[in-house]
């Protein structure tokens, strides 16, 4: 089976066809998870949350990322294994450089992710040129909590809105070879999609008119406990968790999830 890469996210986005993207944290899931046609597999700082029971991903150390991404990488055959960079792990270029050639050679991730706007474009400047593929992350940025308040949606308005498209062309221009975005409305995540004509753009709250979907795992076996409204629990129309993974990935591909509920205006 052919290894996905960024070159094939990017092929993937120009033919139009969607990319399936989960979160994922150890191996056994991730051979499930590639067995069943997930494209990226997301070693997210979420697992701050979802794995340790933290309220926020502040706590997650770049250790864990490594011990994580390294589990996720073993074993899998098809899926981009995509690992995100912690809290702090990236606050100045050099700093950035360093954590991100240890997420990939000891956690083996094939791309790293990073939570900001323009700040960033020195340091995915130089990530890329040391041959790091860089996927960035705006809209919600769950490791600013304290600064925005709150988990709520974000670029509501034309100036906010026009912030996170400023974001996306300066990364984008910078070398970011992906985007997520993260609860924003849906008309301004289709808008974003299709300006970066190049670099596939990955939806969470977001609506349908990006070129892929994430979702947190345990969001999405409702296992989380506190699901979010732009997700849904696929385990419950299933009785396996392979057959729930499998539907996710059908139904991203399809265009089926996310659906007119699972999104904001
Ligand atoms: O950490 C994570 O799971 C993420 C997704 C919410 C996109 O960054």
Not at 47 to 67: C, F, H, P, S
Not at 223 to 240: N, V
Request: aromatic fraction near 6%.
């Amino acid at each position: 089976m052919t290894k996905l890469s960024v070159a094939s996210l990017q092929a993937m986005k120009r033919a139009g066809e969607r990319i399936a993207c989960l979160t994922c944290y150890d191996a056994s899931f991730a051979r499930l998870l590639d067995e069943s046609g997930i494209d990226v597999l997301l070693v997210g700082d979420s697992l701050g949350m979802v794995l340790q029971g933290w309220e926020t991903t502040l706590k997650v150390k770049l250790a864990d990322m490594i011990y994580h991404c390294s589990h996720v990488s073993r074993g899998i055959e098809r899926a981009l294994v995509l690992g995100d960079m912690p809290f702090m792990s990236y606050a100045s270029p050099s700093q950035a450089l360093h954590n991100a050639a240890r997420l990939m050679s000891e956690g083996g991730a094939q791309a790293v992710k990073l939570e900001g706007g323009a700040w960033l474009a020195e340091t995915v400047r130089l990530l890329s040129e040391r041959g790091v593929p860089v996927c960035a992350h705006l809209g919600l940025l769950p490791q600013s909590i304290h600064k925005l308040g709150g988990y709520r949606v974000q670029g509501r308005g034309a100036e906010a809105a026009a912030q996170i498209q400023e974001d996306a062309r300066i990364l984008k221009e910078a070398g970011a070879v992906m985007l997520v975005l993260e609860c924003v409305p849906r008309t301004l995540a289709a808008e974003i999609t299709a300006a970066l004509e190049e670099i596939p753009v990955i939806g969470i709250g977001a609506g349908s008119g990006c070129d892929g979907q994430v979702l947190v795992l345990y969001d999405m076996l409702g296992i989380s406990g506190k699901s979010p409204k732009f997700s849904k629990d696929f385990l419950a129309s299933h009785t396996t968790i392979k057959a729930a993974i499998e539907d996710y990935a059908r139904s991203v591909k399809a265009g089926e999830f996310p659906a007119q509920e699972h999104g904001f205006d």
